[in-house]
């Protein structure tokens, strides 16, 4: 079993809707999780039953999750092949437990597979979440921070954050894809060029009045450039802007030169 | 506004369905999001239409925000009066735009806020994403590292890891509450008291045997002891375990000897 291979088990306790069965597995899948366990689903589990095929239904590509899904009829007997085994809650249990964040979880998770243990972790009923005596079953219990204001999560939402910090925790947190590069980044010889040329133009134009307001003014508008953080390719536009612009200007006074 | 009053925009645009609408306001509240958008929805809005329905009855606490949702024509005008516009995409685009993943989102939103700037994030709609003109509209692009086999991520558990990165980078990331410890650890002195005497009843049952393995065996078990962090009360329920262990075989020991 290798780490990207390994997958932390995702055990729904006695689930009530369909629908989170099936967005629960989507949300495992997105985030590399496959191994889905169902404690007792409370309106029966299976081919024709109405929350199997709610399951199916929203499960959009992770069909083989829901239909790989394996049914026990208590927490133990689905935890039993486990090395460790993890409950969600989301309030405080007087359960002299170790807590930790999904973060927390993904972190230890990471660290257990890389070692080929197994692992597991419970989320509890829609309406009551996980009973005490089932989080008395795991090891740690995984708590998230949220407004408390608003804490009921929903139980799809729980596994995808979950399943969420377990992909980071292996792939790491960077965006998956950067931005590319069409053309270089301006070499700053090129800018100076285009900085010098800019100035000219505009001292020819009149633009630097007053006279002794015009380094503070050239400072500014380098700066507004070098934010930009141009490239080669804008460079050449903005040059050609500059350009026209100068010679637009350039025509209208000889005309109006030759117009008096 | 502060820093925990200040709430990154949720912009939904062109969204299909009510439950999603729904959800994703459900997950704001969890996350201290309460500013929710809606640009061009698919079928309509507002009292009595059956999206609006759908998205008051999946809201759970969050019909609040639902009901305060504005609706706009077009993402120009929803996101007018915002400083700082990033878009959620699943896919890289032709588009020399910087690329952060949620976490990245979070950071930046974090420091944009402390700095009063008001900032806001589009989603696409569930099947389409959002189109490259709408996309051009934002500065900076957010991007979701996923399993690339099932990269479609659901529009509320996109809101709702966008959200939940946001509340980590103003809370930290720690779990809600700690373990707390009904009894203090116990002290070094009294679990040595306790291994001594355990020593002195495992020797006295004739436990250690052979004689030469008495070091190495002793060591293991005071290891397994160390590991299970022993507070007091644990000490004196061990203790008690052993003291009704020993005297139950003194008895026996006595009767049987009594016996024959």
Redesign the interface.
Known sequence: MSLVECSPVIILVRPQMGENIG?AA??M????LFDLRLVAPRDGWGEGNAVYTAAIDTA???HATVRAATVFETVSEAVGDLHKVFATTAR?RDQ??????A??FASEARVRCASKQSIGILFGPERTGLDNQEVGIADT???????P??????L??SV??VS?EW??AL????????????TAPAQREMLLSFFNYLDEELDDAGYFVPENKKTIMRRNLRNILHRMEL?EADVRTLRGVVVALSNGRSKRVKEQAGGT
């Open positions: 967005m989507r949300a899948a997105n985030f590399g959009v590509g992770a405080e002299a437990k170790p807590v930790v964040s973060e927390g219990i995984v708590s998230f921070s949220v407004n204001d608003h804490s009921s999560l929903n799809a939402q995808s954050l969420y992909f980071k792939n790491g947190a960077a965006a998956p894809f950067a931005l590319e590069f069409e490239m």
